[in-house]
């Protein structure tokens, strides 16, 4: 057992040495934004959000090889309950998480808060959202699959409150490095 355990952390120590990590990055995605759940405060009913095509764009400066910060932009043209299609626009903050998963893999976990707009007088909202990444670390090419869930826990317009519960995403992308 301790052989196994030896030849493990050493076979570990070869692939976390093997890559070359950016310290900053811009990664461009495009996906599907899945039907949710939205709540309306007055008149106190439930009705359908999303089924959209989502196009998101970040940045992320890394402070160490594991974390880093910074800024995205996700734009979408949903359906929202009682507006019909309706722009959506996000602007906010990205924390982002990355492990080596093998020598040519990354995982992250982004963490996006941030201002939610929509189009139509639909309103406004605080945008928390979280992804996983899986990213391929090609020699040019870094290309990516990013599957997680849009919330809105507080929004709405001059008439009443609108929230929604996670709503599924998923979209593929490409990651530049610098």
Avoid: C, H
Avoid at 13 to 30: H, M, N, R, Y
Avoid at 91 to 104: H, I, Q
Wanted: no cysteine.
């Amino acid at each position: 057992m301790k052989r196994l355990l030896w030849s493990w952390l050493v076979l570990l120590s070869s692939v976390v040495v093997g890559q070359d990590l950016p310290k900053s990055e811009i990664t461009v995605s495009a996906g599907y934004l899945f039907e949710g759940e939205v709540y309306v405060w007055q008149p106190n009913r439930y009705g359908s959000v999303g089924e959209s095509f989502i196009l998101k764009v970040d940045y992320v400066g890394y402070f160490s090889d594991y974390i880093g910060l910074g800024g995205y932009v996700t734009y979408a043209n949903p359906y929202y309950w009682a507006f019909e299609n309706v722009s959506m626009a996000e602007l906010g903050l990205v924390a982002k998480g990355r492990f080596r998963a093998g020598e040519k893999f990354l995982i992250k976990i982004p963490v996006y808060v941030g201002y939610r707009s929509y189009g139509g007088n639909a309103g406004t909202g605080l945008a928390i959202n979280l992804s996983g990444v899986l990213e391929y670390q090609g020699e040019k090419l870094r290309p990516f699959l990013d599957i997680g869930f849009l919330t809105q826990p507080a929004g709405g317009n001059d008439a009443t409150e609108m929230t929604f519960a996670p709503m599924f995403q998923a979209s593929v992308g490409l990651a530049f490095k610098f």
